[in-house]
């Protein structure tokens, strides 16, 4: 049975597109067996696998809709070596279409159990809001994973996150669990992110990844390639992190 993460975290632009498909791409790397769920309206982490969102017949619009299911409405990316279940511009209306159904909040979990036993890991992309999609991919998550930078607001930003997260806990999924949080786009000549960075580890220990990804052009210049920093300059810092962080998930679930 795949283990299930989602990427979440409430602000835009931290880096959880970023840590979605160079993770994914890193995991394929080193041998397991990987689906790429885009639950983002804008589909970036799909664009960012070498899919092309506008010429998908299917994506997970179709599956929370249950007009069809993700074995039907995957593809594959050769290119990057793993699975991708992507999103387009139609998944904003989801959520408005989503108000009405029965066990709304439970699609994704429904549809996934079908196919579980096909993977090693399932890794969510999560829009910057806490709207239902984002709750479709916490209800089914066995985990979440927090991309986010040393900055002074970071913190504060974590507050909702960590209630939200305990909400649904408490509500929808026992299962549900912070896995990790990610210190990304990580430049150490910066003596404040330095603070954070040990400021973080102090509060939360061994729920801070060992992993740090550095701010590396290379990752930031990947997307435009339609590629993971992984896959599109192996060699990168960037890309050596991401790897390493996927080894380190790697070990992380073993002990789950
Ligand atoms: P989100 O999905 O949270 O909105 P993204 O992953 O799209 O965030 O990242 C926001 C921007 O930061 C993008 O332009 C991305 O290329 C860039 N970026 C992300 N991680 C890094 C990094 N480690 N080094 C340099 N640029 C990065
Ligand atoms: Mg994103």
């Given at each position: 049975?795949?283990?299930?993460?989602?990427?979440?975290?409430?602000?835009?632009?931290?880096?959880?597109?970023?840590?979605?498909?160079?993770?994914?791409?890193?995991?394929?790397?080193?041998?397991?067996?990987?689906?790429?769920?885009?639950?983002?309206?804008?589909?970036?982490?799909?664009?960012?696998?070498?899919?092309?969102?506008?010429?998908?017949?299917?994506?997970?619009?179709?599956?929370?809709?249950?007009?069809?299911?993700?074995?039907?409405?995957?593809?594959?990316?050769?290119?990057c070596?793993?699975?991708?279940?992507?999103?387009?511009?139609?998944?904003?209306?989801?959520?408005?279409?989503?108000?009405?159904?029965?066990?709304?909040?439970?699609?994704?979990?429904?549809?996934?159990?079908?196919?579980?036993?096909?993977?090693?890991?399932?890794?969510?992309?999560?829009?910057?809001?806490?709207?239902?999609?984002?709750?479709?991919?916490?209800?089914?998550?066995?985990?979440?994973?927090?991309?986010?930078?040393?900055?002074?607001?970071?913190?504060?930003?974590?507050?909702?996150?960590?209630n939200?997260?305990?909400?649904?806990?408490?509500?929808?999924?026992?299962?549900?669990?912070?896995?990790?949080?990610?210190?990304?786009?990580?430049?150490?000549?910066?003596?404040?992110?330095?603070?954070?960075?040990?400021?973080?580890?102090?509060?939360?220990?061994?729920?801070?990844?060992?992993?740090?990804?550095?701010?590396?052009?290379?990752l930031?210049?990947a997307?435009?390639?339609?590629?993971?920093?992984?896959?599109?300059?192996?060699?990168?810092?960037?890309?050596?992190?991401?790897?390493a962080?996927?080894?380190?998930?790697?070990?992380?679930?073993?002990?789950?």
């Amino acid at each position: 049975m795949a283990k299930i993460f989602c990427i979440a975290n409430q602000k835009g632009g931290v880096g959880k597109t970023t840590t979605t498909v160079n993770l994914a791409a890193g995991l394929a790397k080193v041998g397991q067996r990987v689906l790429m769920i885009d639950l983002d309206p804008q589909g970036n982490a799909t664009m960012g696998s070498g899919v092309d969102k506008r010429k998908l017949e299917l994506t997970v619009y179709d599956v929370l809709l249950e007009s069809a299911s993700i074995a039907e409405a995957r593809v594959h990316s050769e290119k990057c070596g793993y699975d991708v279940l992507g999103a387009n511009r139609e998944l904003a209306g989801a959520e408005v279409e989503l108000v009405e159904v029965e066990r709304r909040e439970k699609r994704l979990k429904l549809a996934l159990a079908a196919v579980a036993d096909n993977y090693d890991f399932v890794l969510i992309d999560c829009p910057p809001s806490l709207s239902m999609l984002t709750l479709n991919g916490l209800c089914c998550a066995h985990g979440v994973i927090v991309p986010m930078q040393c900055e002074y607001f970071a913190l504060e930003g974590l507050t909702d996150l960590v209630n939200t997260i305990k909400q649904v806990h408490a509500n929808l999924n026992k299962e549900l669990a912070i896995i990790g949080l990610l210190r990304v786009m990580f430049d150490p000549r910066i003596t404040l992110q330095q603070q954070v960075s040990d400021q973080l580890k102090e509060h939360f220990g061994d729920k801070v990844f060992n992993t740090v990804i550095p701010r590396n052009v290379r990752l930031a210049e990947a997307p435009s390639y339609g590629l993971p920093g992984v896959v599109f300059d192996p060699a990168s810092k960037g890309a050596l992190a991401f790897v390493a962080f996927a080894e380190e998930m790697v070990q992380r679930i073993k002990v789950m």
